[in-house]
């Protein structure tokens, strides 16, 4: 069974860089794509982008000047980093894989979430 | 961006009610949809994609139908453990985007 954990800072000064991993068990991290998505509190969830195992990345327009993807396959984790953030971006932000072929886009399997707070 | 519209906002149902959900996309998604149901304090639970297909080890009571710009969320009978918060999400085009949600209570 696949299985994904965010780990990171809960708490992030305004102006400074989020930064999440998180860690695929179960199964390998070759081949799917792997995505963040976000959900601020009460509001609704969104597509923050993903990386391809091979290291290609595709990022949501609104958020592109300050994100960053990566992957490491060795550790079968991938990253989010998120720059310049403000009170906007406290959020719970998941990490979630994403399917191919009939899938595609969709998340199939998705971490519990980490609440990051942007504050001083 | 696709914007994505779901009614209603918020349904309140009894056990074995039929209970429909629409998403409504501001452009064409042929089939590129999926729906999800979220509980209190969880992660999205996958449950439809390709606007149809239903993910392995979904109840079969959950449905889904339409392409273009108008799905709908079907629930044959509702259950106790149905509820939550429902959403789409368009898969056609980056970025990819969710609808707001419809919050589904038992009566």
């Known amino acids: 069974q696949v299985q994904l954990q965010e780990s990171g800072p809960g708490l992030v000064k305004p102006s400074e860089t989020l930064s999440l991993t998180c860690t695929v068990t179960?199964?390998?991290?070759?081949?799917?794509?792997w995505s963040w998505v976000r959900q601020p509190p009460g509001k609704q969830l969104e597509w923050i982008g993903y990386?391809?195992?091979?290291?290609?990345?595709e990022y949501n327009f609104s958020l592109k000047s300050r994100v960053t993807m990566s992957v490491d396959t060795s550790n079968n984790q991938f990253s989010l980093k998120l720059s310049s953030v403000t009170a906007a971006d406290t959020a719970l932000y998941y990490c979630?894989?994403?399917?191919?072929?009939?899938?595609?886009?969709?998340?199939?399997?998705w971490g519990q979430g980490t609440l990051v707070t942007v504050s001083t | 961006d696709i914007q994505m519209a779901q009614s209603p906002s918020s349904v309140s149902a009894s056990v074995g009610d039929r209970v429909t959900i629409t998403c409504r996309a501001s452009?064409?998604?042929?089939?590129?949809l999926a729906w999800y149901q979220q509980k209190p304090g969880k992660a999205p639970k996958f449950l439809i994609y390709a606007a149809f297909n239903l993910q392995s080890g979904v109840p079969s009571r959950f449905s889904g139908s339409g392409s273009g710009t108008d799905f709908t969320l079907t629930i044959s009978s509702l259950q106790p453990e149905d509820f939550g918060t429902y959403y789409c999400?368009?898969?056609?085009?980056?970025?990819?985007?969710f609808g707001q949600g419809t919050k589904l209570e038992i009566k």
């Open positions: 990386v391809y195992y091979n290291g290609y990345t």
């Open positions: 179960g199964g390998s991290i070759n081949t799917y794509y």
């Open positions: 999400q368009q898969t056609h085009s980056f970025p990819y985007t």
């Open positions: 452009q064409g998604l042929s089939n590129w």
């Open positions: 979630a894989r994403g399917g191919i072929a009939d899938r595609r886009g969709a998340f199939d399997y």
